[in-house]
């Protein structure tokens, strides 16, 4: 079986050694011959990297592996790039969650104000990686599950439309894994139908490989106990507030009850109770919690497997919902026909939905990319909530190419977790001084 390089775009991520840890563990899948880890900052990059290398010369010393802040050494003779930057790393993630709180408006990640802003910094940084994988290694593959992977997607549309990039997103993966749990089966049994957005959609089917439908079974469940289940299923999705988002989704199957809710729909849902949660504790929000969580356990790992020259007994989680990146990869070098949800063009596959709006819908994937499944019609309700929330992100697009403070200040207007057009302009002052020199200059 051919052996594959591959290069980690965003080296110095807490996610990457589960990543890596993940590889190793699909080795008879997806033969590496080469990995690197690729990342702007050195310095953090570099305390993962010493540890990754002792780990992998005792499990995997047949792999040559290395750690570079030089793009040619990086991209050069790679088959694919995994890419998870952050732009702005958690000191950033932290503004974005507490800015819009000053403005009566919940802060997040990917969705509402701080996604927005997440966007606007992360467009230049997938640019610029894209433009190094073409340079170096035209024929790379790109698999992107860099956040807010909307707006990275339609950026790449727009801009690097025939570049070979796949958006991807887990939250779909680890959702199936919940509903897996629920019914007692293995997620690779199941067989879903999906449509939407990005972190923002809905299940109308859940099928095992003998054609039995369990989405009355688990709507059921849903609706007393949300994703919540009696064995976690991964190490990602199990802090306190995620724990809440998965309780969260009963609520939001209330209100749409024919299909199985993404749990980010509270977030354009339940703004004022999302806004309400936080308001508590200001100080506090999901990006502290991830870095004295995750990062802190991540890179105290490192420390000690690099302070004591072996990684024997010291394991890094291995993130079993990232297996849809080998997946993933797989589909595209062996051509496997995978079925997987993807972020892809619309061009038909929602009927009633814009052809060039970015959606999230399953997909047949093979050598020449992702061949998206026709879903038909969706309900003018859904309809409607994706044509508003697609907006938003078109918007953002074109206020970065154009740089167009206007548009930018559409964009927050429409948005439905934001009250009003003064507050959106206020947000988007605020939001520009925090973010100086990661935006374009907006006129």
């Excluded at 990297?49 to 995997?60: N, P």
């Excluded at 929330?389 to 970065?400: I, S």
Aim: aromatic share 10%; charged share 25%.
């Amino acid at each position: 079986m051919k052996k594959f390089s591959v290069v980690i775009a965003g080296g110095g991520s807490t996610f990457t050694p589960g990543i890596v840890m993940m590889m190793l563990d699909n080795l008879d899948r997806f033969p590496i011959k080469k990995l690197k880890l690729y990342d702007n900052d050195g310095d953090r990059q570099g305390i993962l990297g010493e540890a990754l290398e002792i780990l992998l010369k005792e499990q995997a010393p047949e792999i040559e592996f290395s750690y570079t802040t030089d793009p040619e050494t990086a991209f050069s003779d790679v088959d694919f790039c995994m890419a998870h930057i952050r732009v702005g790393k958690y000191a950033m993630r932290e503004k974005d969650e507490k800015v819009p709180l000053r403005h009566g408006v919940f802060g997040q990640e990917t969705c509402g104000p701080g996604g927005i802003a997440y966007g606007m910094r992360s467009i230049t940084g997938m640019l610029e990686i894209i433009d190094y994988m073409e340079k170096y290694s035209p024929d790379c593959w790109m698999l992107n599950y860099s956040n807010p992977a909307a707006i990275v997607a339609e950026a790449c549309r727009v801009m690097r439309p025939e570049s070979k990039v796949l958006n991807i997103c887990d939250m779909p993966v680890g959702t199936l894994r919940r509903m897996s749990q629920i019914i007692g089966k293995a997620p690779e049994e199941l067989e879903v139908r999906y449509f939407g957005l990005n972190h923002f959609g809905w299940w109308t089917s859940v099928k095992d490989t003998e054609g039995h439908e369990y989405i009355d079974q688990i709507r059921n469940y849903v609706s007393e106990h949300g994703y919540l289940t009696q064995i976690e299923v991964d190490t990602q999705h199990t802090d306190p507030s995620w724990q809440e988002t998965h309780k969260k989704a009963k609520d939001i199957l209330a209100v749409t009850p024919d299909y199985l809710p993404n749990t980010y729909l509270k977030y354009y849902l339940y703004p004022d109770y999302v806004f309400e949660h936080m308001k508590d504790h200001p100080e506090f929000t999901r990006a502290n919690e991830v870095m004295q969580g995750r990062e802190k356990t991540v890179f105290d790992h490192a420390q000690q497997i690099i302070a004591k020259g072996t990684a024997e007994g010291i394991a890094f989680d291995i993130d079993a919902h990232a297996t849809f990146i080998v997946d993933l990869a797989r589909a595209i070098a062996f051509n496997t026909h995978e079925r997987m949800v993807m972020i892809v063009e619309n061009n038909g596959a929602i009927a009633n939905f814009p052809d060039d709006a970015m959606v999230e819908v399953p997909c047949i994937v093979g050598t020449d990319g992702p061949e998206a499944l026709t879903q038909g019609k969706i309900p003018a309700f859904q309809q409607a909530m994706m044509v508003q929330q697609v907006t938003v992100e078109k918007l953002v697009v074109e206020a970065y190419v154009e740089n167009s403070y206007q548009k930018m200040w559409q964009a927050l207007t429409l948005s439905k977790t934001v009250p009003s057009a003064q507050v959106a302009k206020e947000l988007l002052d605020d939001l520009i001084i925090e973010n100086a020199g990661t935006w374009p200059e907006l006129h």
